[in-house]
């Protein structure tokens, strides 16, 4: 079993940033890759970003790239998500989830978080 708790997120300015976090625990967290998918109100939850068990392997949906960055510190077994230039679009609730391999497609993770929440006001 794999718990997976995010934290940082918040309400912010367009063009502001913030950094979530993704503590995961349990004994072999460190060996899942971590994805991060985001739900805004009335749409259905949609992939942001991957990151490889080691932190080699990066995938960012089109929409974030280039603004959003994925990294993760395997001693602290959290997995970060670097925000820039947040836009209005960019409002949602943000989760991060574990798995096997690298996704683009929420069935292939196997553990997630509660969320948190992201507010971009224009």
């Known amino acids: 079993q794999v718990q997976l708790v995010e934290s940082g997120g918040g309400s912010v300015q367009a063009g502001d940033s913030l950094r979530l976090s993704c503590a995961a625990s349990?004994?072999?967290?460190?060996?899942?890759?971590i994805g991060w998918f985001r739900q805004a109100p009335g749409l259905e939850r949609e992939f942001v970003v991957a990151?490889?068990?080691?932190?080699?392997?990066?995938y960012y949906a089109h929409s974030v790239n280039g603004r959003f960055s994925i990294s993760r510190d395997n001693a602290k077994n959290t997995v970060y998500l670097q925000m820039n230039d947040l836009k209005p679009e960019d409002t949602a609730v943000y989760y991060c989830?574990?798995?096997?391999?690298?996704?683009?497609?929420?069935?292939?993770?196997?553990?997630w978080g509660q969320g948190t929440q992201v507010t971009v006001s224009s």
């Open positions: 349990g004994r072999t967290s460190n060996t899942y890759a």
């Open positions: 990151i490889g068990r080691n932190g080699e392997g990066k």
């Open positions: 989830a574990a798995g096997t391999e690298i996704a683009g497609i929420e069935s292939m993770y196997d553990y």
